[in-house]
């Protein structure tokens, strides 16, 4: 089944616009009376044939709700330092929305190379994710922020807080991870956190963890992350 992502949704109609709805048309050829499946990316999956086509506009009536669910189940949220390769932060967005995640917050710390990215294009690539794996949540992708900024803003918005990294041995995230509560893990860049980072870390709550006995790349660390609490919370 076709599947695409509106948020413009009115009594029993969905509206597509640009991308969506070239792609609709132009890319994958839907005609008038062709059934097709929307995401709003808040917790409905919703059925429906498409009724108008214009230009720039898909309008598709309702048939039916597929699924809803009123709670996002994606607990994790990630603090992640920009990869001096682009790609690599893609890599990681994508396969972290197909998982499941909660928040995604790009973060530049003392040691990243790059402080710059492409939001929308990190944008579409989240919204591309989300529909391939049917995610009813899609997850939110915040902009840059600093460091030291982030972990000031985030202060007592999650459960629990953990950040990453190599010095000293330390609990695995499985060990630590409480069930179906809310985290946020900082990852670091591809030089680590420097010692004062993690120490302003610990001072504002934040429980160092390991996420096993090899050196992950930056973006392997976050899946492996999302992996190990989306199992969690599964069984």
């Avoid at 690599?88 to 499941?100: C, P, S, V």
């Avoid at 000031?152 to 609990?171: G, L, V």
Wanted: aromatic share 6%; charged share 20%.
């Amino acid at each position: 089944m076709k599947r695409f992502y509106s948020t413009n949704i009115q009594n029993n109609f969905i509206l597509l616009e640009e991308e969506e709805a070239q792609h609709c048309t132009k890319v994958l050829r839907c005609k008038i009376g062709d059934t097709v499946e929307v995401l709003n990316g808040s917790g409905s999956l919703l059925e429906g044939k498409i009724s108008i086509i214009q230009k720039h506009e898909v309008q598709i009536e309702i048939s039916k709700i597929l699924k809803e669910e009123k709670e996002n189940t994606n607990q994790l949220s990630i603090a992640i330092c920009l990869t001096k390769n682009p790609a690599r932060l893609e890599w990681f967005i994508e396969k972290a929305t197909e998982i499941g995640i909660s928040n995604i917050y790009p973060m530049v710390s003392e040691r990243t190379e790059k402080e710059k990215i492409k939001q929308e294009r990190l944008q579409q690539i989240v919204i591309s994710a989300a529909k391939q794996s049917g995610q009813l949540f899609f997850p939110i992708l915040h902009s840059i922020q600093k460091f030291s900024e982030l972990i000031n803003s985030t202060n007592n918005q999650y459960n629990q807080y953990f950040i990453a990294h190599c010095e000293n041995q330390k609990q695995h995230l499985k060990n630590l991870y409480q069930k179906k509560e809310s985290a946020l893990l900082l990852i670091g860049p591809e030089g680590a956190f420097t010692p004062t980072e993690i120490q302003q870390a610990i001072n504002k709550n934040y429980t160092p963890i390991s996420l096993g006995n090899s050196i992950l790349r930056v973006e392997t660390a976050g899946v492996v992350a999302c992996s190990i609490v989306s199992i969690i919370n599964a069984e």
